[in-house]
């Protein structure tokens, strides 16, 4: 068999990367694990995780992070930051290519995870990081008695609204169908909640404002 550099190399550090690294390790594999920003994915910024088997009242989403990476080192995983800008995985040998070099291995994993959806509408870069957030629990500070909308009907979308309601006066909850998607309990706390008002049936056709975001239009 033709050498290469690891046995195995793992790209993203979610918590699908980070399992993949403690199975490899513990089979005495020689492997590594590239990050391009930390390791933990979306479930860094989670607030709080209810659904982990192992914790009856629930871990924040940076602990539990925390812990898988912790577990993952003292097995031996070796994690790096850096990003992948090609791989080449036609042959026995797969090679993947950084802005600094490049390295081999007879296998790669690819657990790259999911982005935030963008609402896709005109204006929507000039906002971000200027009222449009993808990250509740990293700007909702920020929002301190003010008027704020989230889009969507799915866990995130219901637990980032319940979350802003910390600090918000008063969240739309806005969702394009008649009811949610999010799990029933989810469903329970934000309907109970009196500070987070449904919109049904509805969508974002526009964002406006000058600095930052003044309003949105949005179309039933």
Known sequence: MEKADYDLIIIGGGPAGLTA????????????????LVPGGQIIVTD????????????????LVDRMVAQAKRLGLKIENNEVISLDISG??????????????????????????KLG??????????????????DGPFYKNKVVAAVGGGD????????LTKFAKKVYLIHRRDQLR??????ERAFANDKIDLIWNSVVTGVEGSDGLEKITVKN
């Open 48 to 63: 709080w995780v209810e659904n982990f088997p192992g914790f009856p009242e629930g871990i924040s989403g940076m602990e």
């Open 182 to 187: 999010a799990t029933k309990i989810l469903q």
């Open 21 to 36: 690294g403690i199975y490899a390790v513990r089979a005495r594999l020689n492997v590594i694990l590239y990050e391009k």
């Open 92 to 117: 026995p040998v797969k090679r993947v290519v950084f802005p600094d070099g490049a390295i081999t291995a007879h296998a790669v994993i690819l657990a790259t995870g999911a982005h935030p959806k």
């Open 121 to 138: 509408v005109l204006g929507e870069e000039a906002f971000l990081g200027k009222g449009i957030s993808f990250c509740a629990t990293c």
């Open 156 to 163: 995130t979308a219901v637990q980032e609204s319940i979350y």
